[in-house]
């Protein structure tokens, strides 16, 4: 059985860093390209980044570019994102989704991670 | 960047009966959309992709249409568990992967 498991959210103030890290299981990690998503209270779901399997290339939405960086561990099974510079309007839940497709970036997400809420504020 | 627009915001239904969701491109993505249900406090579960094909587990009460620009998402006899937050996304253009701001489903 796939599963994604969000950790490392909290509250933070506005200009803080956090770590977010998604463990994945029961499927071959390093063969899926992963992204993260996250969803404001009461909000839509919004794409924010995106890594290959193999590391590279990354894809960033504007919003988060310069202040974001996802990584990913392929031996620990592992997917992260470092937030730096934290707004308050980063404040979502962030969720880790799997790629559905290995062969192509033109796939849906069919797996995801219950998400970690992310709070920023002073 | 495509703009994805849901279309109603919230539709009301009693169970047993059908629904049917629209999610309008503002510009050609092929078939390259994806339809996902969403619960309170849980994650988005992917329904159907390709615009059309189910994804695993996913009961024959759900399909999907639609090519180009414009596509449907139709739930026929409503049951209990279906009463949720339906969200459609591109992936043909990308980055940014984009969802349509949502359709809530809930009981009339």
């Known amino acids: 059985e796939v599963q994604l498991v969000e950790s490392g959210g909290g509250l933070v103030q506005p200009g803080g860093s956090l770590r977010l890290s998604c463990e994945a299981s029961?499927?071959?990690?390093?063969?899926?390209?992963m992204n993260w998503v996250r969803q404001a209270p009461g909000k839509g779901l919004e794409w924010i980044s995106h890594?290959?399997?193999?590391?590279?290339?990354?894809y960033y939405t504007d919003s988060v570019k310069g202040r974001f960086t996802i990584s990913r561990d392929n031996a620990k099974n592992s997917l992260f994102l470092q937030m730096n510079s934290l707004r308050a309007e980063d404040t979502a839940v962030y969720y880790c989704?799997?790629?559905?497709?290995?062969?192509?970036?033109?796939?849906?997400?069919?797996?995801w991670g219950q998400g970690t809420l992310v709070s920023v504020s002073s | 960047e495509i703009v994805l627009t849901q279309s109603p915001a919230t539709l009301s239904v009693s169970p047993g009966e059908g629904a049917t969701l629209s999610c309008r491109a503002n510009?050609?993505?092929?078939?390259?959309l994806a339809w996902y249900q969403q619960k309170p406090g849980q994650a988005p579960r992917l329904l159907i992709y390709?615009?059309?094909t189910r994804a695993t587990g996913i009961p024959a009460r759900f399909s999907g249409s639609g090519s180009g620009t414009d596509f449907t998402l139709t739930i026929t006899s409503l049951q209990s568990e279906d009463f949720a937050v339906y969200f459609c996304?591109?992936?043909?253009?990308?980055?940014?992967?984009?969802f349509g701001q949502g359709t809530k489903v809930e009981i009339k």
């Open positions: 890594i290959s399997s193999t590391g590279t290339p990354m």
């Open positions: 989704a799997r790629a559905r497709f290995r062969t192509t970036i033109v796939t849906p997400f069919d797996s």
């Open positions: 029961g499927f071959a990690f390093s063969s899926y390209d």
């Open positions: 510009k050609s993505i092929n078939n390259n």
């Open positions: 996304q591109q992936y043909n253009n990308w980055p940014p992967w984009t």
């Open positions: 390709g615009a059309s």
